[in-house]
């Protein structure tokens, strides 16, 4: 009986704080939408790295999010679930770089199986053992491109998106804009 109690009250607890969360952020931009844990846990993640950076922490974009899933979108319906190579063909990818849109830039990861939001922010994290703060590039011969684009310091927005294959694998997309 006290276990059921137990898990009650955590409920309500929980429930309490979802309760207090603002409907738009102190500077007038969309908050997080209710229910999007998703979302939370890479606005989270990403902001964890960022603060280890000395980078300001990201709001939720629910524009950059819209953008994001459609890159995540078109990458499974067009063989990006085999192979990322595939980002580069993406058409409002090339839509927003000739002008047509307020894209940014994205980092992406593909798992071959069940993988959460810290797992590729996990990854991209990662690239900062290539990193030179310094000279604000990567070392030689190495690839850290995901880890600049996610500290960013001009970076103001984050909106990130999955997308499930058939095959079950993942594709995740961020996209950061500078904002307003």
Not at 10 to 37: D, E
Not at 115 to 134: I, K, M, N, T
Request: net charge positive.
């Amino acid at each position: 009986m006290s276990s059921s109690l137990s898990c009650l009250a955590v409920l309500l607890s929980l429930l309490a704080l979802a309760s207090h969360l603002p409907a738009a952020s102190a500077t007038g931009r969309s908050a997080i939408p209710r229910g999007h844990l998703t979302a939370m846990k890479f606005l989270y993640a990403v902001n964890d790295v960022r603060r280890q950076a000395g980078a300001p922490p990201l709001e939720w974009s629910g524009a950059a999010a819209r953008r994001a899933k459609q890159h995540a979108t078109w990458l499974r319906t067009s063989g990006g679930c085999d192979d990322l190579a595939q980002k580069g063909g993406d058409p409002a990818a090339h839509h927003a770089a000739a002008g047509g849109g307020s894209g940014g830039a994205q980092t992406y990861f593909l798992s071959h199986g069940r993988a959460s939001p810290e797992d590729a922010v996990r990854l991209w994290a990662d690239e900062r053992r290539w990193y030179d703060a310094g000279a604000k590039a990567c070392f030689a011969g190495k690839q850290c491109g995901d880890y600049e684009i996610m500290v960013q310091p001009a970076s103001k927005q984050l909106g990130c998106a999955v997308a499930v294959c058939a095959s079950r694998k993942t594709i995740m997309v961020c996209e950061y804009y500078a904002g307003h």
